[in-house]
């Protein structure tokens, strides 16, 4: 089997096509917690462009995603939360016309992304029919209800957090940072995940992302928030 582990940013970085103008990228994260952060800090040091970005929020500082944002790299967000009580960069581009916005219920977003890694085309919910989410969308009555179709999302490349990796990129998680880490992680051509730890082998039973999944991991060390004071 090979092995994926990888001891730098430049190694995790290098010789990979996904890595590009133009790119989808899936960044992972709930707040703080989960977020790939010395992946993102990576992807915005050398200089890529045009992005578009899947995340849960569209960032929350001078760091990460926020960084990303603050310097152009971003062309459009897919988002379900779009502003943040103490950060104003990207509605100040948004409001400007400098970056594109599509809002997506947070149980949806989860469900594209999961449809995306499992090959599963668009489906069929009840959320967010009757709002300006669903204009345009195509639509469908089941058993005198009506629903949205929504397609899935794939993306050029997944960043992903996880607790522990080991060789062959099995993930496990911690808690509520696993969040959106599992189904992006299945839903890009290329995934790259840290992790904070890295063992020869994860107990199978352990496994909550497959190895198969993942191309490159790599170990970073703490604190893993900006609010303990990364960077």
Same mark, same amino acid.
């Given at each position: %089997?090979?092995?994926?582990? &990888?001891?730098?940013?430049?190694? %995790?970085?290098?010789?990979? *096509?996904?890595?590009?103008?133009?790119?989808?990228?899936?960044?992972?994260?709930?707040?703080?917690?989960?977020?790939?952060?010395?992946?993102?800090?990576?992807?915005?040091?050398? $200089?890529?462009? =045009?992005? !578009?970005?899947?995340?849960?929020?569209?960032?929350?500082?001078?760091?990460?995603?926020?960084? /990303?944002?603050?310097?152009? &790299?971003?062309?459009? %967000?897919?988002?379900?939360? *779009?502003?943040?009580?103490?950060?104003?960069?990207?509605?100040? @581009?948004?409001? =400007?016309?400098?970056?594109?916005?599509?809002?997506?219920?947070?149980?949806?977003?989860?469900?594209?992304?999961?449809?995306?890694?499992?090959?599963? *085309?668009?489906?069929?919910?009840?959320?967010?029919?009757?709002?300006? @989410?669903?204009?345009?969308?195509?639509?469908?009555?089941? =058993?005198?209800?009506?629903?949205? %179709?929504?397609?899935?999302?794939?993306?050029? @490349?997944? /960043?992903?957090?996880?607790?522990?990796?080991?060789?062959? $990129?099995?993930?496990?998680?911690?808690? !509520?940072?696993?969040n959106f880490n599992p189904p992006m992680a299945m839903a890009g051509n290329t995934t790259l995940a840290e992790a904070r730890e890295i063992v020869d082998m994860i107990d199978p039973e =352990?496994?909550?992302?497959?190895?198969?999944?993942v191309d490159r991991v790599m170990k970073v060390d703490g604190p893993f928030l900006w609010s303990e004071g $990364?960077?």
């Amino acid at each position: %089997m090979i092995d994926k582990r &990888r001891d730098n940013i430049a190694e %995790m970085l290098s010789d990979c *096509p996904d890595i590009k103008d133009g790119a989808t990228v899936l960044v992972s994260g709930f707040g703080d917690a989960g977020v790939a952060v010395r992946l993102l800090q990576g992807i915005c040091d050398i $200089g890529v462009e =045009e992005l !578009t970005i899947v995340s849960n929020g569209a960032g929350g500082g001078d760091y990460g995603l926020g960084a /990303l944002i603050k310097r152009g &790299r971003v062309r459009k %967000m897919l988002c379900t939360f *779009p502003r943040s009580s103490n950060y104003t960069i990207f509605e100040d @581009l948004y409001v =400007e016309g400098k970056i594109e916005l599509e809002t997506v219920p947070q149980g949806t977003l989860a469900e594209r992304l999961r449809a995306g890694g499992a090959g599963i *085309p668009a489906f069929y919910t009840a959320t967010a029919y009757g709002t300006p @989410l669903a204009e345009g969308k195509e639509t469908r009555e089941f =058993e005198g209800r009506t629903y949205v %179709m929504e397609r899935a999302i794939k993306a050029d @490349l997944a /960043l992903i957090h996880a607790a522990k990796a080991d060789r062959w $990129g099995n993930l496990t998680y911690s808690k !509520t940072a696993r969040n959106f880490n599992p189904p992006m992680a299945m839903a890009g051509n290329t995934t790259l995940a840290e992790a904070r730890e890295i063992v020869d082998m994860i107990d199978p039973e =352990e496994v909550v992302t497959p190895g198969i999944f993942v191309d490159r991991v790599m170990k970073v060390d703490g604190p893993f928030l900006w609010s303990e004071g $990364g960077k």
